[in-house]
C-alpha cells in the first residue's frame, strides 16, 4: 500500500460504517416502536375527540329532548334521568333547578343549585350563577348573614353578575328595615357602567319606592 495514511482512513470508515449498521440493527426496533407510538397516539386523540363530540351531541340531545316535555314535572324528570359529567353537570343541575322551580319544588330547585354552587370543579360563572339564583329563590329560607355573605362576594369589583348582586343586597337592606342603606346602595347602583336597561329601571322604582329622587339624566 503505497499511501498507508489513506488505507488508515479507509478502514476508519469502514468501522464508522460497521458500527452505525450495528447500531441500527440493535436499536431498529425502538425507531419502529417510535414511529408506532406516534401515530397510535395521533389516532387515539382522533379517535377521543370523536367520541367527546358523540357524548357533546348525545347531551345536547338528550337535553333538547328534556325541555320538549310541556309537562313540568315529566320535564324535571327527565333532566333528572340524564347522565352527566364535568361541565355538563352544571349546566343540566342548572336547568333542573329552573324546571324544579317551574313546577313549584323549591326544595329540589335549591339542592340543583347548591350541588352547582359547592362543585369547584365547574366553572366560576356557573358556580355564581347558581348562589345568586338560590339566594334569590331561597329568600328568607337563608339566613340573612349568609345571604350577605354570598352578594357581598358576588358583587366584588370585577365580578359577572355584581349588578345584579348590588340589587339584592339593596333588598337585602330594606328587608331588614334599614331604609337608608337601601336606598344609598339603590342609588351607588345607578352609577354603575353595566346596568342593563330592566335592571335600571327596577332600581329606579325601588328608588321611588324608598322616597328617594332618580337623577333628572337618567328619569
Known sequence: MSNPESFIDEVNEELK?????????????????????????????????????????????AIVG?????????RAGALRAIAAQGDQQGILNLLLAASELEAGDTAAAMTALASVEA????????????????????????????REQILNGLAAPGQAFRPLALEQL?????ESGDRDTALSRAQALLQEADVTPGLRRRVMQLIVVLGGEVPSDLG
Open 119 to 146: 362543585d369547584s370543579t365547574l366553572p366560576q360563572s356557573y358556580r355564581q350563577i347558581a348562589a345568586l339564583k338560590r339566594v334569590i329563590i331561597g329568600g328568607a329560607e337563608i339566613p340573612m348573614a349568609e
Open 66 to 74: 328534556a325541555l320538549e316535555n310541556e309537562d313540568v314535572a315529566a
Open 17 to 61: 460504517r460497521d458500527r452505525l449498521f450495528a447500531f441500527m440493527r440493535k436499536w431498529a426496533w425502538l425507531a419502529v416502536l417510535l414511529v408506532l407510538v406516534l401515530v397510535g397516539g395521533a389516532a387515539w386523540n382522533e379517535w377521543s375527540k370523536a367520541q367527546e363530540r358523540t357524548r357533546a351531541q348525545a347531551f345536547g340531545d
Open 170 to 174: 339593596a333588598l337585602l337592606a330594606l
